[in-house]
């Protein structure tokens, strides 16, 4: 079965630290990965993408995540966060055959303190 | 470039009353809208996915005749919640991918549901 796994809910920071959101996934076919942002009563925006090509991918407010076939994962990380990247953040897949599906994970609140 | 507009952002309904939301992409032409609900603090659930000109495709679970989708042009879809009930109050969110055999989808900024 194809699944998505976020494996920490909530993740606390302070305000200029480091930090990584993990996604994994399983699946038997090939898969596109995304990182979806969503702030309080909103829908979700793109963050990043990984269709093909370089497996380091990144976003213009300094995001990148990191596709890693052998592991299965697609994580999540930025050097210095800031009290504005407060949001809920959602892994999602497409497998190779799905008809362009995307599958979620169950998100990750980031929190950013100061 | 790729907004996804949707209208309402919030309604309140009486129960047994029918709802209507609409998805549109403003500035890219798209074949294929998906129709996401999302529970408080949870993940998204796709409903079912919609494709311009013909009938739409249901998840397992989704009563089509309750969730009425109707994708009759390349910028716009509608979901019609039919004869609300309490439960159905939820945060609707769609989405919609471009032609081109694109990946990647967009998505709306949600439509608060509520019926009272």
């Known amino acids: 079965a194809q699944s998505v796994t976020q494996l920490d809910s909530q993740v606390p920071v302070f305000e200029e630290a480091p930090v990584e959101l993990r996604c994994n996934y399983s699946s038997s076919v090939s898969v596109y990965l995304f990182w979806y942002v969503q702030y309080p009563n909103q829908g979700l925006q793109l963050l990043l993408k990984?269709?093909?090509?370089?497996?380091l991918v990144e976003s213009i407010n300094g995001f990148e995540a990191e596709f890693n076939k052998s592991q299965t994962s697609f994580h999540l990380r930025k050097p210095s966060v800031h009290i504005s990247d407060t949001a809920e953040y959602f892994c999602?897949?497409?497998?190779?055959?799905?008809?362009?599906?995307?599958?979620f994970g169950t998100g990750t609140q980031l929190k950013v303190e100061l | 470039g790729a907004v996804v507009s949707q209208h309402p952002s919030r309604v309140i309904c009486k129960s047994g009353t029918s709802v209507k939301i609409e998805c549109r992409s403003l500035?890219?032409?798209?074949?294929?809208m998906f129709w996401y609900r999302q529970f408080p603090k949870k993940s998204l659930m796709l409903m079912a996915t919609?494709?311009?000109?013909?009938?739409?495709?249901?998840e397992q679970g989704v009563e089509k005749d309750k969730f009425l989708i109707n994708h009759a042009s390349l910028t716009l879809s509608t979901l019609t919640v039919t004869s609300a009930h309490p439960e159905d109050s939820s945060f609707y969110i769609c989405?919609?991918?471009?032609?081109?055999?694109?990946?990647?989808?967009?998505f709306g900024p949600g439509t608060r549901l509520l019926v009272l």
């Open positions: 919609s494709n311009e000109g013909s009938k739409a495709t249901y």
């Open positions: 999602a897949v497409s497998f190779t055959g799905g008809g362009n599906k995307l599958t």
């Open positions: 990984y269709l093909s090509g370089s497996t």
């Open positions: 989405s919609a991918r471009p032609l081109a055999g694109q990946e990647t989808q967009y």
């Open positions: 500035d890219f032409q798209a074949t294929t």
